[in-house]
């Protein structure tokens, strides 16, 4: 043979020693990696080593953790893209099959459809586009709520938020779950009438108050909605004004565009019976939306949803890093006393506001209604040696149609829950659904941050999850 072919053939003998060492390096990695994961051990630039199917898989077997894999992979690209392989397959899987798959497709992770995006903004959102301010959405859970475990979306940009309602979360479900009853159901709306003199003002309360007349006025009120019912009708009077404090199922829609459409109806009657009546405005404050009141704390909007678990006083003291005295004591002299001494008005919580506004965000429900709607008052109590713990808030006002959760993004978050839409069997599951997970997450919270305040872990957890390392 002639030197070329020599040549030739030590080049492809080279190729071919490569390629085998090659294959043999990955597969020795691989395994490596395998041992590594059973043995606790991580070490991001060999675990990058594999591929997506398995990475997901020993996500899957619990080897690794789907909260961690950004620092586990070194690609938080990636990790997002698995996390969501993950979750798609976990849903199904929680609901033992009862449950397709959500649809995250519509969640943008990559790439964005901002045409389709302004599209559905139109006439509907917002005026005077000029764009749209990324928001991170985490996931918590499983929260096993009611016998059904959720995947809660949180939209936030408040690090260590997730990280805590999650470790609530899993508390609440190696306790067995937690429960949860929907106390009432009505979004209200007041409207301002004046009269030329207290006396006629009165007589129109008088009036109200005859169940035939509140019947003729409740009659025309449901005359102009398939999915409302009006609940009750109640009064006050200041002087010449009288406010009517009309209430309404509406349904699965949050429902103030309905409840307002109704009381148009109802003016129309009243009016017609009292014509010296002057209809002031369509809202008099007595609603009362977007604003801390008395008479929500007191009396609901929207929904009224309690929820309550025992943690099992090992569990206190595993999972949560505290004690059943401890975080009692820490509960009693904050949520309740401390909020006395500020003289708050449904805020005999630690922060209840945090999660409600972040799922809010997520689901495309009214932010500025987190006023209202994160009103709650947290009791700890002992249960024989376990922990006995419970969250009422008196005025979630969430919807699952109208408004912002038309939009893709945010239906792809309910769907993630199971309550994107309007129920077509029972008008009004999905809000109550909502409504439930809303106050089944702020219990979740509650537990986790006053655990980290009765254990001092709340600084260096902030610390750790809350500032960039540049």
Known sequence: PSPDSDQVIVRITSLM????????????????VLRMSSSGTKTPTEYAALTDAEVLKLVQSGKLSVHNLEKTLGD?????????QFLTGAVSGDSQGKRQSPTLSKLPWKDFDFNE??????????????????????????????????????????????????????????????????????????PLLRFPSLAEAAALKAWLSQPENAGRVADAFNSTTRFGKLQSITTRIAGRNLYVRFACNCGDAMGMNMVTKGCVAALKVICEEFPNASVISLSGNVCSDKKPSAVNWI?????????????????????????????????????????????????????????????????????????ESSTCITLMEPQGDDLHVSVTMPSIEVGT?????????????????GCAGANKVVTGANADMLSRVVAGTVLAGELSLLAALASGDLLESHMKLNRRKD
């Open 17 to 32: 020693a490569l390629r085998v060492l090659s294959s043999f390096s990955r597969s020795a990695l691989q395994r490596s």
């Open 401 to 417: 149609v109208g408004g912002g959760t038309t939009l893709p993004a945010q239906a792809a978050c309910l769907d993630l829950i």
């Open 117 to 190: 995006f302004y599209n559905s903004v139109e006439g509907t959102n917002c005026e005077s586009v000029i764009g749209y301010v990324p928001v991170p959405v985490g996931v918590a859970g499983p929260l096993l709520l009611d016998g059904t475990p959720y995947r809660v979306p949180m939209a936030t940009t408040e690090g260590a938020l997730i990280a805590s309602t999650n470790r609530g979360c899993r508390a609440i479900s190696l306790s067995g779950g937690a429960r949860s009853a929907i106390l009432a159901n009505g979004m209200t709306r007041a």
């Open 299 to 371: 009396e609901g909007r929207g929904r009224s949803v309690a929820a309550e678990v025992i943690i099992p006083k090992s569990i206190v003291e595993k999972t949560l890093k505290t004690t059943v005295r401890s975080i009692i004591e820490v509960n009693i002299n904050k949520n309740l006393v401390g909020s006395a001494m500020a003289g708050s008005l449904g805020g005999f919580n630690a922060h209840s506001s945090n999660i409600v506004s972040a799922i809010f965000l997520a689901t495309g429900n009214d932010i500025a209604q987190n006023v």
């Open 76 to 84: 938080c690209t990636r990790a997002v893209d698995i996390r969501r």
